[in-house]
């Protein structure tokens, strides 16, 4: 006789020794576990198979938006930043070209700062317009090829106190 019958021989004679009432007690237990196994499978599968999908979608608005209107003649660039956004703004621009040439900005209500930039000193409303400044471009004669002016604009909103002044700080 092999191993595997020994031990079902054994296992045959406990199970003969146990009386009615353990062998009850012992398949109460082994039913139970089932169910609950059973009961917990199912929530444990979903939990793992559920998947949701969601549309749609919300515009969120970070700030005022403006667009550079430039224009190019006679080696000048007239610039105009016109606020399309949603609120009143500051402006400033920087005119950039290559160290061999020699750019000189101006304009009503344009001031150069210490960084580089133009500020526009004025309010510019939703809807309006800076007035233009103009970067009139130097070109030597040594250059013979082609070239960018870059024009960096950025913009800023307007603060107001409680008494509907204007914040500069």
Same mark, same amino acid.
């Given at each position: 006789?092999?191993?595997?019958?020994?031990?079902?021989?054994?296992?045959?004679?406990?199970?003969?020794?146990?009386?009615?009432?353990?062998?009850?007690?012992?398949?109460?237990?082994?039913?139970?576990?089932?169910?609950?196994?059973?009961?917990?499978?199912?929530?444990?599968?979903?939990?793992?198979?559920?998947?949701?999908?969601?549309?749609?979608? =919300?515009?969120?608005? #970070?700030?005022?938006?403006?667009? %550079? *209107?430039?224009? /190019?003649?006679?080696?000048?660039?007239?610039?105009?930043?016109?606020?399309?956004?949603?609120?009143?703004?500051?402006?400033?621009?920087?005119?950039?070209?290559?160290?061999?040439?020699?750019?000189?900005?101006?304009?009503?209500?344009?001031?150069?700062?210490?960084?580089?930039?133009?500020?526009?000193?004025?309010?510019?409303?939703?809807?309006?317009?800076?007035?233009? =400044?103009?970067?009139? #471009?130097?070109?030597?004669?040594? %250059? *013979?090829?082609? /070239?960018?002016?870059?024009?960096?604009?950025?913009?800023?909103?307007?603060?107001?106190?409680?008494?509907?002044?204007?914040?500069?700080?």
């Amino acid at each position: 006789m092999g191993m595997g019958a020994e031990l079902m021989k054994k296992l045959s004679e406990s199970c003969k020794k146990l009386n009615r009432n353990h062998r009850i007690l012992i398949c109460a237990a082994f039913a139970t576990t089932l169910i609950v196994c059973g009961v917990s499978v199912k929530p444990t599968l979903a939990y793992f198979t559920t998947y949701a999908t969601a549309k749609g979608g =919300i515009s969120v608005d #970070i700030g005022p938006t403006t667009d %550079v *209107k430039e224009k /190019f003649k006679d080696w000048k660039k007239t610039i105009e930043i016109e606020n399309t956004g949603k609120a009143d703004c500051f402006v400033r621009v920087k005119v950039i070209a290559a160290s061999q040439f020699d750019i000189q900005a101006s304009g009503s209500n344009w001031s150069l700062s210490d960084d580089g930039y133009w500020y526009y000193s004025q309010v510019v409303p939703v809807g309006g317009k800076t007035e233009p =400044i103009v970067a009139a #471009i130097t070109v030597s004669e040594k %250059v *013979k090829t082609s /070239f960018n002016v870059v024009v960096v604009q950025e913009c800023a909103p307007v603060t107001y106190d409680e008494n509907g002044n204007v914040c500069r700080t």
